[in-house]
C-alpha cells in the first residue's frame, strides 16, 4: 500500500532527511575538553591563547637592561626544516629571535642538540650579539600549537653569551612566549 505524498510536502522532503540524520549524530554533550589557556587534558594547546604582548625581559650579568617586547612575526617556509620567530621591541633597537633549524617538524619539544638557538642583538653599531650557542646554553622550545597557520608555545633559556665582549648573561624571566597569529610560509 502506498500514499501519496502530496507536491508541496515533496519538496520539503529532502530538508527533513538532512534534518533528521544531520541531528541523529548529536548526542547533547556540551562538555568542552579545553580550560581557559586553550589546552586540552593532555596538555597541549588546542587554540591559539591570548596575545602575551607586550612582555618583559631583563638582563642581568654582564650587561644589565630591562626590554620589552610588542612586535613578532613568525616564518615556517613550505619545504623547509626550520621555524622562526622574530621578536622585537616598539623601535626595533633590539630583536630577539627564536628558531629551529634543520629539525622543525611541528608541534613538540626541541632542544640545542635538535636545531634550537635564541638570538638577542642591539640593533646599533658595535651593538651586544647574545646566543645561546655561543656558551653552550641550554635552551629548550616548546611549540605547543602549530596548524601552519597561527603557532603558540615558550622557549626556555639558561643564559646567553655576547660573542663580541663574551659577557654571559641570565634572563628574567627564562621562559618567554612563542606566539604568531599568523605564520609565513
Not at 112 to 130: I, K, P, R
Amino acid at each position: 500500500m502506498s500514499f501519496p505524498i502530496p507536491q508541496g510536502a515533496r519538496a520539503l522532503l529532502p530538508l527533513a532527511l538532512v534534518l533528521a540524520f544531520g541531528l541523529a549524530g548529536c548526542k547533547g554533550d556540551d562538555t568542552d575538553d579545553t580550560d581557559d589557556t586553550g589546552a586540552d587534558d593532555t596538555g597541549n594547546i588546542t587554540e591559539l591563547p591570548p596575545d602575551p604582548t607586550p612582555w618583559s625581559l631583563s638582563l642581568s650579568g654582564g650587561e644589565s637592561v630591562d626590554l620589552s617586547f610588542s612586535d613578532g612575526q613568525c616564518w615556517q617556509f613550505d619545504g623547509s626544516g626550520d621555524f622562526r620567530q622574530r621578536w622585537q621591541d616598539d623601535v626595533a633597537n633590539w630583536v630577539l629571535t627564536i628558531e629551529v633549524v634543520d629539525e622543525y617538524e611541528g608541534d613538540g619539544v626541541y632542544d640545542q642538540t635538535e636545531g634550537a638557538l635564541v638570538t638577542l642583538f642591539h640593533n646599533v653599531a658595535q651593538g651586544s650579539f647574545y646566543q645561546t650557542s655561543a656558551g653552550s646554553h641550554a635552551v629548550t622550545v616548546d611549540m605547543g600549537l602549530d596548524d601552519e597557520e597561527v603557532a603558540a608555545g615558550t622557549v626556555t633559556i639558561a643564559g646567553m653569551t655576547d660573542t663580541n665582549t663574551s659577557w654571559t648573561v641570565t634572563l628574567s624571566p627564562a621562559t618567554l612566549p612563542i606566539w604568531c597569529d599568523t605564520v609565513i610560509n
